[in-house]
Structure formats: structure tokens, C-alpha cells
């Protein structure tokens, strides 16, 4: 149950387009998130498929933008667009499996050298918080607390993103404060928390996930001529109940 697997995105040169690579492992049941890092002034395409979270523009002209979607039936890769043939934007993929659809997010700027904080969310139920980070330069790393972190990996050009995540129990989850390893010649940027609730399986009922919600499975037996509607029981130690 959680995280699945995550790839980083970003254009060799200036490009309006970026072939994204599908997580390693997504089947069609699973959760996927976004992360897009890019300039103010440019807009983003998504492939079909994905839900805009929302996005955050951060001083100096960097934004960050976040999206969802059920995998589905979704390619080995796909094509992300941007209004601009530029170097400055990189895309963060993670999957997630034995999740729901995000419930909540909410996003912040930040321009100063004090403060880079994904904003605190307070989820109603056992969930994954995820967290992103979009800055201008230097190098910038999650914080310590969270999990399964993707960084820019090779890119050396402005306008990075970096993601993790942990998870959280019902209440508030507190700011997750990221932390530059190498000092930018511009602090600006913009942050975004996620929470994706946990799928708890019922416990009196026999159902199946059928991606967005618990639908009843019907059971059957053979009773030597036709396949019959049949009770599902279970032992309670002093005798069979209904499920």
C-alpha cells in the first residue's frame, strides 16, 4: 500500500514538449500525481486524463503546478506541452497504489531564504501526504522525516522540482520544511501539499475496488442446473453469521 514508483522529466534544450516516462510498476488501478515546475508565463498541457490541483506562482517567475488521475489505461509514456519552447520546465511523476484521488491540497510561495514550507492539511482519514517543491536554483532536498524522494537528478538549468512523502494519521499534518544543500542566486518558489486517503477494505461485506469506490461482488454457486445467488458466512467461534 503507498508508493509505487516516480521519474523526473525535463527538456535537454529548449523545447515545447516533454516525453514523460510512466512510473515503473503503474497498473491501471493506481493513483498518479504530477508535478510541474515552469515559468509564470507559460501554460501547460497535461495528456488527457489528468485533473489540475491547482498552481502556485512563486517570485521571480516560478510557478508550480500540480495534477491528478486514475492510471487507467494509461501509455509507457506521454506527451506534456508547454506554451513555450524552453529549457526551464521539469515534471515530477509519482504513482501510488491502494489510494483514492487526492481529497485535499493546498500551495504557498516563497521568495525569501527562511522559509520553504509545504503548506499543514488536515485529512479526515488515514492518508499519504505528499509534498512538492518548485525553486529557481541551487539544490534543494526534502525534508528528512519524508520518504521516497525524487530530486532533479542531472538537470543543471533553473527551474527544478522535488517531491516525498509520509504517511499521516487523521488531524494536522504541520508544514514540511525542504532545505537547500547548495545555496540559489534567487530563493523564489512555491510549494504544494497532497493527501491521497488510504483505501480501507470493508469489514462486513464482500466488495471489490473498482478504481474510484467499494461495489458489491456478487457470488454464485452451482446447484446442478443453473449458477444461484449464494450467502457468504463467516465463523464467529460459537456459530455461521452472514457477512
Given at each position: 500500500?503507498?508508493?509505487?514508483?516516480?521519474?523526473?522529466?525535463?527538456?535537454?534544450?529548449?523545447?515545447?514538449?516533454?516525453?514523460?516516462p510512466?512510473?515503473?510498476?503503474?497498473?491501471?488501478?493506481?493513483?498518479?500525481?504530477?508535478f510541474?515546475?515552469?515559468?509564470?508565463?507559460n501554460?501547460?498541457?497535461?495528456?488527457?486524463?489528468?485533473?489540475l490541483?491547482?498552481?502556485?506562482p512563486g517570485?521571480?517567475?516560478?510557478?508550480?503546478s500540480?495534477?491528478?488521475?486514475?492510471?487507467?489505461?494509461?501509455?509507457a509514456?506521454?506527451?506534456?506541452?508547454?506554451?513555450?519552447?524552453?529549457i526551464?520546465?521539469?515534471?515530477a511523476?509519482r504513482?501510488?497504489?491502494?489510494?483514492?484521488?487526492?481529497?485535499?491540497?493546498?500551495?504557498?510561495?516563497?521568495d525569501?531564504?527562511?522559509?520553504?514550507?509545504?503548506?499543514?492539511?488536515s485529512?479526515?482519514a488515514?492518508?499519504?501526504?505528499?509534498?512538492?517543491?518548485?525553486?529557481?536554483?541551487?539544490?534543494?532536498?526534502?525534508?528528512?522525516?519524508?520518504?521516497?524522494?525524487?530530486?532533479?537528478?542531472s538537470?543543471?538549468?533553473?527551474?527544478?522540482?522535488?517531491?516525498?512523502?509520509?504517511?499521516?494519521?487523521?488531524?494536522?499534518?504541520?508544514?514540511?520544511?525542504?532545505?537547500?544543500?547548495v545555496?540559489?542566486?534567487?530563493?523564489?518558489?512555491?510549494?504544494?501539499?497532497?493527501?491521497?486517503?488510504?483505501?480501507?477494505?470493508?469489514?462486513?461485506s464482500?466488495?471489490?475496488?473498482?478504481g474510484?469506490?467499494?461495489?458489491?461482488?456478487?457470488?454464485s454457486?452451482?446447484?446442478?442446473a443453473?449458477?444461484?445467488?449464494?450467502?457468504?458466512?463467516?465463523?464467529?467461534?460459537?456459530?455461521?453469521?452472514?457477512?
Open positions: 500500500m503507498g508508493f509505487r514508483s516516480s521519474t523526473v522529466s525535463f527538456p535537454a534544450g529548449n523545447a515545447s514538449t516533454v516525453s514523460c510512466t512510473p515503473a510498476g503503474t497498473v491501471s488501478t493506481d493513483v498518479m500525481l504530477a510541474v515546475t515552469h515559468f509564470t508565463a501554460v501547460i498541457s497535461p495528456p488527457s486524463g489528468w485533473t490541483l491547482g498552481k502556485a517570485g521571480s517567475g516560478v510557478t508550480l500540480a495534477y491528478s488521475r486514475n492510471a487507467g489505461a494509461i501509455a509514456s506521454e506527451i506534456w506541452s508547454n506554451s513555450a519552447s524552453t526551464a520546465w521539469e515534471i511523476l504513482s501510488y497504489n491502494e489510494v483514492q484521488l487526492p481529497d485535499l491540497s493546498a500551495f504557498a510561495k516563497f525569501t531564504n527562511t522559509n520553504w514550507d509545504a503548506p499543514s492539511l485529512p479526515g488515514a492518508a499519504i501526504l505528499v509534498c512538492g517543491w518548485s525553486y529557481r536554483d541551487g539544490t534543494m532536498v526534502p525534508p528528512v522525516s519524508m520518504g521516497d524522494p525524487t530530486t532533479h537528478g538537470k543543471t538549468t533553473q527551474y527544478r522540482v522535488i517531491t516525498a512523502d509520509e504517511g499521516v494519521p487523521v488531524g494536522a499534518t504541520g508544514i514540511r520544511r525542504a532545505t537547500y544543500t545555496l540559489p542566486s534567487d530563493y523564489s518558489g512555491a510549494a504544494v501539499s497532497v493527501t491521497l486517503p488510504l483505501i480501507v477494505a470493508p469489514t462486513s464482500l466488495k471489490r475496488w473498482d474510484a469506490a467499494w461495489v458489491s461482488l456478487p457470488v454457486r452451482w446447484d446442478g443453473a449458477w444461484a445467488n449464494t450467502d457468504i458466512k463467516r465463523w464467529d467461534g460459537a456459530a455461521w453469521n452472514a457477512i
